[in-house]
């Protein structure tokens, strides 16, 4: 009973202080597109380059296509390129993605998006360290572009965000990342930024199923 009322307080949390908030952009949402095959998002890694270091974080498209399908794109759009991680709490999870990060208002930042909101695509794969899921709001299919790496496993989130990567390289970052100190609504004093994103052809040892 108390783990029950612990996952719920916790539920709870996430929804009130908005620690997985997507966005509160009161831009038209839009229908995500389908670009290109499924071909072309297969066996991907996205090397993201920080101010802190390298991370890099290989797909499953065989578990959320669209979203997977989404990031790629907006990356290599450059969509990314200066935005900052702008949510970090140590023991869970580091939050980038919005756009609203690079202004200098602090107040928008974490109520950003990409103006494409997408349906939900909540599978099985657990919210293990390194797993990387997209944010949203209350709404399940209010994901749109901002992101999280988890650095603790938390599987209370389980099949209620949807995981499409993992990281194969940089844990190190990312615990750098959210240890940094911080102050109100979790937001780092001195925020890591996104310098860019590689896509590139994942490596041999990059591949493989996804975690269980």
């Known amino acids: 009973m108390k783990r029950l009322v612990y996952l719920s307080l916790a539920l709870m949390l996430l929804a009130g202080s908005q620690i997985i908030a997507a966005t509160k952009s009161t831009a038209k949402t839009k229908t995500a597109k ?11 890694v996205a090397e993201i380059h920080t ?24 990356a290599q759009k450059g969509f990314y390129n200066g935005t900052k991680f702008h949510r970090v709490i140590p ?4 939050q980038g993605g919005d756009p609203n990060t690079k202004s200098p208002d602090v107040n928008t930042w974490g109520t950003g998006g990409s103006g494409t909101h997408l349906k939900a695509e909540f599978n099985a794969i657990p919210h293990k ?3 990387v899921s997209m944010a949203r709001a209350q709404d399940p299919n209010s994901a749109s572009s901002q992101f999280f790496i988890v650095v603790k496993d938390s599987n209370f989130l389980d099949r209620q965000y949807t995981v499409f990567g993992q990281v194969t390289k940089g844990m190190d970052v990312a615990d750098k990342i959210v240890n940094a100190p911080r102050g109100a609504n979790d937001r780092p004093n001195s925020p890591t930024s996104i310098e860019r994103i590689v896509i590139r052809d994942a490596r041999a040892d990059e591949k493989g199923p996804a975690p269980k």
């Open 34 to 44: 389908k670009k290109g095959t499924m071909s072309d998002y297969q066996n991907k």
């Open 129 to 131: 360290r390194g797993i």
């Open 91 to 94: 023991g869970f999870m580091i």
């Open 51 to 74: 101010t802190a270091g390298e991370i890099d974080i290989r797909f499953f498209p065989e578990a959320a296509q669209n979203h997977v399908k989404n990031f790629i794109d907006l």
